[in-house]
């Protein structure tokens, strides 16, 4: 059984980092098929808002100058909104690397001034995005985005029983995202030759429609503190530089610094606390007895089954992938 989208008929809708690749694909999807009271798209990048007001706009929508480094702002902004997806960060590995107080600046005290502003304003629920680098980070960005994560459930305990609802949805790379791989490839094939750091390497892949169908679902299942994990195939590097520039010479230049081979999407440490579903996985969190809430096996009247212990959701061990056949599908101009 497939659990329903949330109905956003009438609501006050905002998403922070909405000029983003994730942000119009939602921002689209809610217009064609809800009638919301207001669509906020915030982000600070003014030239970016209006080449997308151009594309995509309606007597509902508002574009919004503001930074989630600054509270005043959002606690402006976020009068009068009922729903929040938060999709504002620093994402680029090397950048963060290099911009470590800025990384942080954005993706950890950005999340904190985010939940401050919605439980002032009486937010109902708030979905923060998150990534599979948020998972046994080895780089700053992952680091940062862990730490979000954290924030945004125990913001649940903060927020008391009746107050703003906080989970997070967690998944791997984005088919064309803004910054991917596959715009890079792309580029680089007209020199016959693809760069490819290791031949082992995997990656989990999620389409951005599949992402945003599936936090219209978690607005409708989500309890509180939850992070929630799509079924999500797995594709090896060689298989995507194969797909993009058939016939180009794959040439190995090495694990930059802060990549992984492999990625994960849930660790064994929290298989106790994960549940598995028809098409995704729920990490419920451990103090929701503590927040005066009953823990449930039951998410839009699907029963969820506990994993093994020890269990991991792996790129490398994954049972479904993604083959050169369907990558060029993906990836076609």
Known sequence: MISPTYDLHG??????????????????????????????????????????????????????VGDV?????????????????????????????????????????????????????????VVALSTDKATNPINLYGATKLCSDKLFIAANGLSGQTGTRFSVVRYGNVVGSRGSVI???????????????DTRMTRFWITIENGVEFVLRVLSMMNCGEVFIPKQPSMRMVDLASAVGPGCEQQVIGVRPGEK?????????????????????????????????????????????????GFEYRSDTNTDWIQVDELRRLTRD
């Open 11 to 64: 609501k006050s809708v905002l998403v922070t980092g909405g000029t983003g690749s994730f942000g119009e694909v939602f921002v689209r999807r809610v217009l064609a098929e809800f009638c919301p009271r207001r669509l906020t798209v915030l982000s600070r990048d003014e030239f970016k808002q209006f080449q997308m007001a151009e594309r995509v706009n309606g007597p509902t929508v508002r574009y919004v």
């Open 261 to 309: 081979i492999h990625e994960v999407l849930i660790p064994a440490d929290e298989s106790a606390q994960t549940l598995e579903f028809e098409d995704f996985f729920a990490i419920q969190s451990a103090f929701q007895e503590s927040w005066g809430l009953k823990p449930s096996d039951v998410y839009a009247d699907q029963v969820g089954r506990p994993v093994p212990t």
């Open 183 to 197: 715009p890079f490839f792309k580029e680089r094939r007209r020199s016959g030759k693809l760069p490819i750091t």
């Open 69 to 125: 480094r600054d509270p005043s702002r959002l606690q402006r902004v976020f009068a009068d909104v009922d729903v929040v997806i938060h999709t504002a960060a620093m994402k680029q590995v090397p950048t963060a690397e290099f911009n470590p107080i800025e990384c942080i600046r954005t993706n950890v005290l950005g999340a904190e001034n985010v939940i401050n502003a919605a439980i002032d304003a009486g937010v109902e629920r």
